[in-house]
């Protein structure tokens, strides 16, 4: 099979569009005759004819429409493929540190790191669980990039975002006596 069938198509997509060669050329930055050379050796090389020349504005021949379509099947390959490697580019992708108590891991963070991995697979999560002064210590020394704690850093030190707010209920037992 000759791998250059669809080599070009690129000028031939933009006469279809324009249904002008004189237009094609402009918006090509080519000349006109360069332009209608260049259709007719893609002509010649696939073996059939793409444009209905007799008629104003140009046309498509039968073989033209299926060209047409096969070209616009190349291009949405192209432009997923694209996309695909554009989101490669844009993927954020690391280790991220998180450090917290057994209660805020596992009962507050769950939800949040679940999205979290959803929308950033390339990145790799590891939780790292202690008491309060531990993980301090571990961000202090940038061995966690994030704390989850219910206790008061020094603000100076450390950038805070409130994350959940908590009522605490308090309740006894009273017996009248």
């Known amino acids: 099979m000759n791998d250059k069938l669809f080599n070009g198509y690129g000028y031939v997509y933009e006469v279809y569009k324009t249904r002008s060669f004189s237009k094609a050329a402009e918006n090509l930055y080519i000349s006109q005759s360069s332009l209608s050379s260049t259709i007719r050796k893609i002509e010649n090389r696939i073996g059939v004819e793409i444009f209905d020349r007799s008629t104003l ?49 596992s009962h507050v963070l769950t939800p949040v790191l679940s999205e979290f991995a959803r929308r950033y697979p390339g990145v790799q999560v590891r939780l790292v669980e202690g008491s309060s ?43 009248a006596g």
């Open 133 to 175: 002064q531990d993980l301090e210590k571990q961000l202090a020394e940038s061995v966690l990039d994030l704390l989850v704690d219910n206790r008061a850093l020094p603000q100076e030190d450390y950038a805070r975002i409130p994350l959940i707010r908590e009522d605490v209920l308090l309740g006894s037992v009273w017996k």
């Open 57 to 105: 504005p140009i046309g498509l021949t039968e073989d033209g429409i299926e060209y047409i379509k096969a070209v616009e099947k190349i291009m949405d390959i192209e432009h997923y493929f694209e996309s695909h490697v554009q989101q490669l580019e844009e993927m954020v992708t690391g280790h991220l540190a998180v450090g917290g108590s057994s209660v805020y891991l």
